[in-house]
């Protein structure tokens, strides 16, 4: 019913950039009505909030707060997650997220995924 398909991750060194995208489809899915969210998993650690957005608010986690920012082109019916600053400590897998409630977007337990791009950053 709803694909999530990531592109743009890869390798960067320290303090580049990166912009990732995530294209949605399926007949009900809209970016501008669902909740949209970008989360990530480094080796060894849990899946972690990075960025939400929907219902009226912006959601980002503390240790990519000023470096990160979440967008949406609806005519496109894309996600984005422009990365700056880059950081070692931002190397994991990427994961695009959506639900098609509405409120409480940080809270929810995200219904549709994508597959997930690597995010490499060297020092």
């Known amino acids: 019913q709803v694909q999530l398909v990531e592109s743009g991750g890869g390798s960067v060194q320290a303090g580049g950039s990166l912009r990732l995208s995530c294209a949605a489809s399926g007949y009900t899915v809209s970016v501008s009505s669902y909740c949209m969210g970008w989360f990530r998993q480094a080796p060894g650690k849990e899946r972690e909030k990075v960025a939400i957005m929907g219902g009226g608010s912006t959601y980002y986690s503390d240790s990519v707060k000023g470096r990160f920012t979440i967008s949406q082109d609806n005519a496109k019916n894309t996600l984005y997650l422009q990365m700056n600053s880059l950081k070692p400590e931002d190397t994991a897998v990427y994961y695009c997220?959506?639900?098609?409630?509405?409120?409480?977007?940080?809270?929810?337990?995200?219904?549709?995924w994508g597959q997930g791009t690597q995010v490499t950053v060297s020092s």
């Open positions: 997220a959506a639900d098609d409630r509405t409120r409480l977007c940080h809270w929810l337990h995200y219904k549709y």
